[in-house]
């Protein structure tokens, strides 16, 4: 954490680009495509629309936020069935927040 004396961290893209983070989130687009690409290439378009419609809709947002993340988790979660790897990995990049709200609604649905 920086002091108010301090002028706050810039991270550029170049920055990004070297970063843990964004190395996983290609790595896991590449692992999608690979997967998909050549024995089921309507799943690997279908899931970079969903993910290009959530961005899009992150960049301007004018409504329920969680309720786009919700319909972006759960297309993604339809077109990744039986792929639980790749699940799981997408799973990790959402926010820790949002997966717990989802996991206390399953568990409130379920008693």
């Known amino acids: 954490m920086h002091s108010m004396s301090e002028p706050p961290e810039i991270i550029t893209p170049q920055d990004q680009a070297g970063?843990?983070?964004?190395?996983?989130?290609?790595?896991?687009l590449d692992d999608v495509k690979r997967r998909?690409?050549?024995?089921?290439?309507?799943?690997y378009a279908a899931f970079i629309k969903a993910l290009s419609?959530?961005?899009t809709s992150t960049q301007n947002p004018t409504g329920n936020s969680e309720a786009v993340l919700f319909e972006t988790h759960e297309t993604v979660k339809?077109?990744?069935?039986?792929?639980?790897?790749?699940?799981?990995?997408?799973?990790?990049?959402?926010?820790?927040?949002?997966?717990?709200r989802r996991h206390e609604a399953a568990a409130t649905r379920q008693s």
Do not use: I
């Not at 970063?19 to 896991?28: D, V």
């Not at 077109?79 to 949002?98: I, K, M, N, W």
């Open 19 to 28: 970063s843990t983070g964004y190395q996983e989130s290609w790595s896991f």
């Open 78 to 100: 339809a077109l990744l069935q039986g792929h639980d790897d790749l699940l799981e990995r997408f799973e990790s990049s959402l926010p820790q927040d949002y997966l717990y």
């Open 53 to 55: 419609s959530f961005y």
């Open 36 to 43: 998909f690409e050549a024995t089921q290439p309507e799943v």
